[in-house]
């Protein structure tokens, strides 16, 4: 499988997308500033016990308190094989006031805090460490039996007698010599002492630790010579080819550093698939499709035949539509990145061989997904559960917003999706042989760029020599704008265009 990776940052973003044989298969978006906090360890303070729950709120200076569970005697660590964790931990006994270390483990959502634990982990590239939680697993990833059996005694060495920590062998730590774990090993170790000091005289609510920003987080889990690697941002570039000459499973002439005058999510068609990803309906290579209903409970998806009529009779026509249903399923929930319940509403199958059959292809698209899924037996009614852990945020948060004019019933596009289409655009009109550019848009959007400092980094770089001049419209959707190329720098203008300037 032909696998690309393409990242860049603008606009205070940073994105990730990855192509597996020309299709979108992931993509993913990160606020540079106070991005992913899923992995943050943060000091954090109790200021309320729910006993009826057995939950505690902990402040920890982020915009919503956290939820921590009082029962949590182990983390899940299901997706691995590995030694049995100690259930018999007492519950925590926490009373307001109390102050402690916790770790995010599911990231803000809706009117909900982040949900945090006291079980930290640390992640490297072939070794997540628990310094407080005495478990010894493996990537099930790994099936050599004689492989598994030594990294795991590798692994149970570099405890040192210390069964209160332990270790999770990672897909990638086959590749590497003992020496290499050990010295993994080692600098997780010191992440935490480091964190331990730190937290010693901390204020609540400083951040203790914080995983790597989005670009390296991924490249971090990826290896082969297979892939390739597309960077449209030069600072980006040369922080992951330092990190690349690290390694010795990716050459570095796969990192590739694109130089184009246009957008490069444009230029290599990612843009138009990244659209797609947020259209409730989805076509199948067949002729049915899939309609994707998002609720604040769960994810509703409905399978139909649409212009597919099949050949032989009905039960077979169902069972081919629900077959490449469930192919296409596995797909869009990891490009759209759903998380926690999906519902799957099947076309009704009456033989029972065609439901398994069905069951047995969703479950097997799904195990290529890096998100933990578990799938449940399909019902007499054809209907399919399944949960996918979320990991960072869906896709359709980047894409879209509530609109304000009907309680947030409908959509309309969110404000650093306009800036991305803006942007865009820009790079096409100067790309073309414009020397300047006359953007008319909302109001609204128009004093973000100017606060927020959004071009800031264009107007020092591919656009120093470009001019910018826009007109605001209060009458304006935050989502509509038009750009008039000029081939003279000081055009005739409208007395209401401002030239744009830091």
């Known amino acids: 499988m032909k696998k690309q990776w393409f990242f860049d940052r603008y606009c205070g973003q940073q994105f990730a997308a990855l192509l597996e044989d020309g299709n979108l298969a992931e993509f993913a978006v990160e606020m540079e500033e106070n991005g992913d906090v899923v992995g943050n360890v943060y000091k954090g303070v109790v200021t309320n016990v729910l006993s009826g729950m057995n939950a505690a709120f902990i402040s920890c200076g982020l915009e919503k308190n956290c939820y ?171 922080k992951l080819r330092a990190l690349i000459r690290l390694r010795d499973d990716i050459p570095e002439e796969n990192l590739i550093k694109h130089n184009g005058d246009r957008s490069m999510m444009r230029q290599y068609g990612i843009s138009p698939l990244v659209y797609e990803a947020v259209n409730p309906r989805v076509p199948l290579h067949n002729g049915g499709y899939l309609v994707i209903d998002h609720t604040e409970a769960m994810t509703v998806i409905d399978v139909n035949t649409g212009s597919y009529i099949g050949k032989d009779n009905l039960e077979d026509t169902v069972f081919s539509v629900n077959l490449e249903a469930a192919k296409e399923i596995a797909r869009q929930v990891r490009l759209r990145n759903i998380g926690g319940i999906v519902v799957v509403d099947f076309i009704d199958m009456v033989e029972e061989s065609h439901r398994d059959a069905v069951t047995q292809t969703l479950e097997s698209y799904l195990a290529a997904d890096r998100a933990k899924c578990k799938i449940l037996p399909m019902s007499e009614f054809c209907i399919t559960q399944f949960t996918r852990k979320q990991v960072g945020l869906p896709v359709l948060s980047f894409m879209v917003k509530g609109c304000s004019h009907c309680a947030g019933i409908g959509y309309v596009h969110e404000d650093i999706f306009v800036l991305t289409r803006l942007r865009a655009d820009l790079l096409d009109c100067f790309a073309d042989g414009h020397e300047a550019a006359l953007i008319e848009l909302n109001e609204n959007i128009y004093q973000k760029i100017v606060q927020k400092k959004t071009f800031a980094k264009e107007l020092v770089g591919r656009w120093k020599n470009k001019r910018l001049y826009f007109v605001p419209h209060k009458t304006y959707p935050e989502d509509y704008f038009t750009i008039r190329g000029e081939k003279d720098a000081f055009p005739n203008l409208p007395d209401r265009a401002q030239l744009l300037k830091y």
């Open 68 to 238: 921590l569970s009082m029962e949590e005697t182990y983390t899940d660590y299901t997706k691995y094989d590995g030694t049995p964790v100690s259930t018999n931990t007492k519950p925590l006994s926490l009373q307001i006031g109390d102050e402690l270390i916790v770790q995010v483990t599911k990231p803000p959502r809706g009117n909900k805090g982040a949900k945090v634990t006291t079980h930290l982990s640390f992640v490297g590239r072939r070794l997540i460490y628990l310094p407080r939680t005495d478990f010894l697993g493996i990537s099930r990833k790994i099936t050599d039996d004689t492989q598994r059996e030594t990294l795991l005694k590798i692994a149970d060495a570099m405890r040192e007698g210390n069964t209160n920590e332990g270790f999770i062998i990672r897909t990638q730590a086959p590749y590497a010599t003992q020496q290499q774990l050990q010295k993994e090993a080692n600098y997780l170790k010191k992440l935490y002492a480091e964190m331990c000091r730190r937290a010693e005289n901390a204020p609540v609510g400083t951040v203790l630790y914080q995983d790597e920003e989005l670009p390296v987080r991924t490249l971090r889990d990826t290896f082969g010579d297979d892939v390739s690697i597309y960077v449209g941002d030069e600072e980006l570039y040369q």
